[in-house]
């Protein structure tokens, strides 16, 4: 199952919630506002890191282009749209909206 | 041509404190675009306006914002113009601003920094809030 997030985890509680559900191992896509879990410095750097021992974690490259991202917290892997195609032909999508 | 008698009676109209409430982060709502649209409209009324960013608002003031990929247009630098339009009063809350990794050398305007305990004095004094 693949597990998409398109929510700021500062206002939303969906990226919570999700890394309550998935299994080990699951992939979690962060996409549209989503993507703000994975840059450095906030609040919820220390939950993403944690979350990274866990579950294979993807950002949406043109999100994070698109909000000013420069760089996201190691660990985290950058896909362009071809590799979120990869990753939603690999896995079931699981959109956490 | 306008009516001199109508220029008078509009003077005398009592001014409102509004303030713009900005929460939202840009690109994956509207808000931040809509708050824009309308701060720019509201500006020619001649009103005491200001505006707040705090929360994930902070995020729409962001310097280095490129949503070309996601077919959006870039409305960030925008915000640039509302002292020029009578939105001298821009406020940014501080714990926004550092639970976010972030400090005003990020941000593409020139803000004041306010806390929490600031910006809800600020709110009390509104007579109008306009969130968004």
Known sequence: MLFTVNKSPFLFGHLDSCLQYAIKDTPILLIEDGVYAASKGTSYEKKLKEALGKFEIYALGPDLKARGIASVIDGVKIVDYAGFVDLAEKHNVAPWI | ?132
């Open chain 2, 1 to 132: 041509m306008a009516n001199p008698e109508e220029i008078e009676e509009s003077s005398d109209e009592i001014v409102k404190k509004m303030m713009f409430v900005m929460r939202k982060a840009p690109h994956g709502t509207i808000n931040p675009y809509e708050g824009l649209e309308v701060m720019l409209i509201v500006a020619a009324y001649d009103q005491d306006l200001s505006a707040v960013f705090l929360d994930d608002g902070v995020y729409a003031i962001k310097k280095g914002q490129d949503p070309k990929e996601i077919g959006v247009k870039d409305f960030s630098t925008t915000f640039r113009v509302l002292p020029g339009y009578g939105i001298e009063k821009i406020y940014v809350e501080k714990e926004s601003l550092e639970n976010r990794g972030l400090t005003v050398e990020d941000l593409l305007l020139e803000v004041e920094v306010v806390d929490k305990s600031e910006v809800t004095k600020l709110m009390q004094e509104q007579d109008v809030l306009f969130p968004f």
